[in-house]
Nanobody, 116 residues
């Protein structure tokens, strides 16, 4: 049974930073590309970062230069370092496979709230 457990969210002021973690179990983590996704209230889930098995990273323009994805294969964990956070980054953040995240793999996510 595949499981992703996200953590590290919280309340932060605009301009602040957070580091999210996602630990995977039930799959051979090292061979998969992974993604961080987010869903804000009333909006569709969107992709915010991708890291391939080989370490290639990609970001949409909305977070490029502010977010950094990384992974530790020995720990079956993928991270998202978020700097210069904005109010519009407020969302529940999830990790899942890339490019086609299976519906039954979504975890509970971790809430990120950016507010003064």
């Amino acid at each position: 049974q595949v499981q992703f457990v996200e953590s590290g969210g919280g309340l932060v002021q605009p301009g602040g930073s957070l580091r999210l973690s996602c630990t995977a179990s039930g799959l051979i983590f090292s061979i998969y590309a992974m993604g961080w996704y987010r869903q804000a209230p009333g909006k569709e889930r969107e992709l915010v970062a991708t890291i391939t098995s080989g370490g290639t990273k990609n970001y949409p323009e909305s977070v490029k230069g502010r977010f950094t994805i990384s992974r530790d294969k020995a720990k079956n964990t993928v991270y998202l370092q978020m700097n210069s956070l904005r109010v519009e980054d407020t969302a529940v953040y999830y990790c899942n496979l890339r490019p086609n995240p299976p519906e039954n793999y979504w975890g509970q996510g971790t809430q990120v709230t950016v507010s003064s």
